[in-house]
């Protein structure tokens, strides 16, 4: 498989009175086409730093981060990001704020809303079109975020935990939901999750990483058959791969 | 007869909503609330009617001459003479074109200043002492090289407007644009939004309250920018005539023309107000 | 009101404020003499100085609020006609110190035909002056370009912006020639008598308290005889109420009070010349500063001025 | 003898340095980065600088004679005249009385007003047409009314400056209160904050940025306030002195008192940039 | 036992375009005093409604909430609570945010500091006193959030999804920690969660919500002994109670 986003030495010193916090060091990885990597690992081990070096928005201390083989130095349309904060602007409606990645594209007010339409189906906030986000749960909320990732239907997607403040059962159903698109549409994916049974349902390959100075722990390969339904997790593969993932991270 | 008989008719429906006292209740209620809403709209009329009061006891009981404090008869009298014969008028349109242009030009140079200086910090070191020492110097100091630079003609006018209004708005829009949420310029830069899209779609709405605000203060000021660059030199415009007026000792005249002044400015300042009801209805 | 104070100096000395002009200047130069000679003390009177706009400061007299103050006579037509109850009681300047000024040969005020002249403003002493000299000199006034340039003759002129303009006759034009430039001066008074500047009370004062204004009086002639006599011992005076002029402006504040002189002179010094004023009101009159004819004697009285 | 051998020693330790090119960069680079914090600070003074040259530029080509404009020697020279003989500072002190007095009040009344108005729709609406018309006054307007209310001692120049850097901090301090974020209201309400506490330790530092915007506004308007109090009457002060100077035809006087206020106002601003340094660090 | 908290009859109608948005519907709950309740439900069924209205941060449309059996008409410093976003003041620091309650409260500088210390090794943040908030990851923010609510000692604990941007190991250790902090202080603790296995772990009972109007669907009474350790997941009756949950919970 090609490799699509390869990460290359990759540290991260942010400055502080202690004379330089270590979010991440020496960090590799290479992301294939077409696959879906889960990162997890504890509390403030660097892992919402490192989506955002791969997502080009925060140019890495030092080591590279290459995008179809080419240095890439800033963000770049390719990439959908959903940040860990639902980060909505308060002035827009449900659907303004979902349709903003295509109104910067430039595209066509209908076909937009269109689009919009469906998502907004999808992550079940029929009748919540024309609320400000002051008036969403924190659910809601995130779940708008995660339309507004899907709506420009980037190759590469990088989600930093995108339902953490969902409830099991939406948390399920947006799980088989993005399953389901990432197969239909053959998107690359990186996604931070809390939840190893989540990251092992969803992914070809779990990183675990460690707290600082964040690295790569351990590599776990999933080999479930695809496509996967809920039933796997009840699978004994399953069990094993989450307690292998369980036990990698460090306590 | 046919009044007669409507007469009865509301009687009779009125007695009748009389024993259904549970819809009497909710229009009662309806009616406090709207007029609880009425209310609102009272205010502004309210503020005057206490001013006009406080006026007339002043004048009462300061015994003051009218060519000290006229009473407010007598300046609504001179008021409908100069609206008569169009003087008032005339005046007033030279001030709210001086006005509009002076609005116009320190607008834009504050908005596009303010954004350049937020973004740069050693642009902001090298040019804000200028600005600064731009607005220590008082405008009649500069008369000369006014008229020697720009004629006395509306431009310099406009000019002190701009410079009166710039000063408010560019420190807001500077305040704006930095207070913008960095986790939302990240989110654009993810979308790889231009320069232009970030200023129109986030940096321009999240500063809107601080914007507003800076535009409040300049809409004010304008008025005051217009009539200082008339007191310099000029032969028309509101400020002429408020200096002809002291000239001739005559006070209900400059009245006039002080609350003409004064309407423009509540006229600019509402307007801002009600732009702002509507731009920051998502604050709720 | 407090009771008159007699004509021998009194142990006391009493209060009184004279409102004057914009700023302390050298053309107040006899009441600084008269205050450091001491023949404002003689009349038992000590003097505070209230600098403000001219307009302002006869409101305030007008008002009672103010004793007195240093005006010009249109200024109490004006005033008088919008009902402010101040009377003229002292004259000071004899000619009326309006004039015109060019860079460029002027001879006659036919010669501003056709031509650009800047005024500080279309109103005050400078304009009435200006129409005044049109007037008498048989221009029509739409024939020469009038245009408002402020308080900014000089640098007008010298830039050419005008090719003249309206000014006061013992500053503008003596600052230029101190420059170095060329002056050509028509003064108003040489075409049209019109009442200058002087002292002004209020009525109230003049009833309540005559024997005040007369001391008034008295003490400022004594300074502006004193003056006319010895210019430069009164400059020096003068130099202590106004530290601002320093060895650099010296000379030419010491040009603008000579010139000043010549706007003073007069055989009976303080006296109105009831001419001067009917003729100021029908010029005012005619055009249309003022609606209704006032009586003369109504603008000032020469009761108070007392031969030395 | 000992020059030389300084020279020497200099010479081997660089070329001793120059072997070890990796020590070299890093001191180069600490060294730039050092220049540039030091650029940052030489930013002001260069655009001092860049002022006189211009300055100078003006009087040799548009060739202005010094009573229009005189050059930057003429009128250093007059400062020196006027700080020896005392007379320049003490005008100075008459104007940083007045400017202080009216800071300190027109500050205080414009927080305590802006929070009140921030906090209730209804005062606002009955209020804010007297201060948008207070706003559209010029002075110079009332200033017979003003010598009859409040003499025409310093009182009435500290009204006028308070007066004039009252409105925008006003506006500011509504638009910082009214831009709390709810959340963080509920988070001090739920922890039983008292009025006093929500207020110092919720809405004065959230809304820091823009009060501190009102500050830079303020103090910068509080010269011209000062000094056109002093224009309507006075007869002490920097105002009362650039009047002075322009009867007297004194230009270079005029041009010291001018860049007095300048100075006055650029001190004034320096400090709020500083507080605002310290007092905003926590936003990186 | 003593009931501490009780809501009676609640409903919270928010205005809305199309009429209003029925939050709350005839909601009743009585707490008793030391009891351990957690309250799970689908995104948007009005469980943070809930707390706020339990907090007195929002008077109910209809419906009256008792505190010790009077009528609360108002927050209480008897109540703290931990809200679904971090809420954290960006101009203070970690310490500083920490002991933001101590200092309405009056207490002296020292004594707050030293709570602080105590409290700050108890979420892991040594090292990040001086931090200001920006410079945390969102389970960092958190964890300072929870801190905050623990400092002033209040009776009763009211918790909005402390745990939600926690990964799984940090997660375990703070569930350990609130439970001995809880039976250590004898509080009182009303909690939002979305994991079924933590609110089964930690509560003396569940309460299921249905979504808008919210109301109770189930309440599951938990009877596992006390004190719980880890291994308690493991037990048959704590994998009933678990799946009696999830299957209440409305699909
Ligand atoms: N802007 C910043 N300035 C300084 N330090 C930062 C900054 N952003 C992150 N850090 C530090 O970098 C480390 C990693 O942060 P990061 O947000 O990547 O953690 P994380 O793995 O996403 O944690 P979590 O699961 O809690 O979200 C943390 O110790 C954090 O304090
Ligand atoms: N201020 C508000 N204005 C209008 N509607 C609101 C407001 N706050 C909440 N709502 C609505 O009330 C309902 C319940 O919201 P609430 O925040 O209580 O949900 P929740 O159960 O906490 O959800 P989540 O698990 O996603 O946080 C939602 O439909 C939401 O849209
Ligand atoms: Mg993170
Ligand atoms: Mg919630």
Known sequence: MEIILRAEHISVIFPSPQGGLSALEDFSLAVSAGEFVCVVGPSGCGKSTLLRVLGGLLPPTSGQVYLHGKALNGPCSDIGIVFQKANLMPWRTVVQNIILPLEIQGLDATESRRRAAELIRLVGLEGFEQSYTRELSGGMAQRVAIARALIHDPQILLLDEPFGALDALTRERMNLELLRIWEARRQTVVMVTHNIQEAVFLSDRVIVMTTRPGRVTAEVPVRLPRPRSSDIVYSDAFSALAWTVHEAIPG | MIERSDRLSAYVSASHSFTNSGRWCVYLRSAINFMRRQWEYLLLPLALALFLVLWQSIVWIGGYPPFILPSPGRVYAKLVGVLSDGLLWWHMRITLIEIAGGLVLGLTTATVLGYLLAKSRWLERLVSPYIVASQAVPVVALAPLLVIWFRSGQLSKVLVCALTIFFPMLVNVMVGIRSVEPDLVDLMRSLRATRWQMFILLEVPSSLPMLLGGLKVSVTLSVIGAVVGEFVAADRGLGFLINVARGHFDTPLMFVALFTLVGIALALYLLVVIAEGVLLRWRG | ATPAPTVTPTPAPRRVTLAMGFIPNVQFTPVYVAVERGYFAAEGLEIEFDYGFDTDLLKLVGTGERQFVIGSGDQVILAR???????????????????????????????????????????????????ALLDAADINPGDVDLLSIGYTQVESLVTGQVDAAVVYAMNEPVQLRQAGYEVSVIPVADYIDIVSNGLITNEHTIAENPELVRAMVRAMLRGLRDTLADPDAAFDICRRYVPEIDDESAPLQRAVLEECLHFWRADDLGYSDPAAWQTSQAFMRQIGLIETEMETSEFFTNEFVVKP
């Open chain 3, 81 to 131: 006609s919008q009902g402010l109850p101040v009377v003229y009681v002292m004259n000071w300047y004899r000619r009326f110190p309006v004039a015109v000024a060019s860079l460029k040969p002027l001879d006659k005020p036919q010669d501003l035909i056709g031509k650009k002249v800047g005024i500080p403003a279309f109103q005050g002493a400078s304009y009435i002056g200006w129409l």
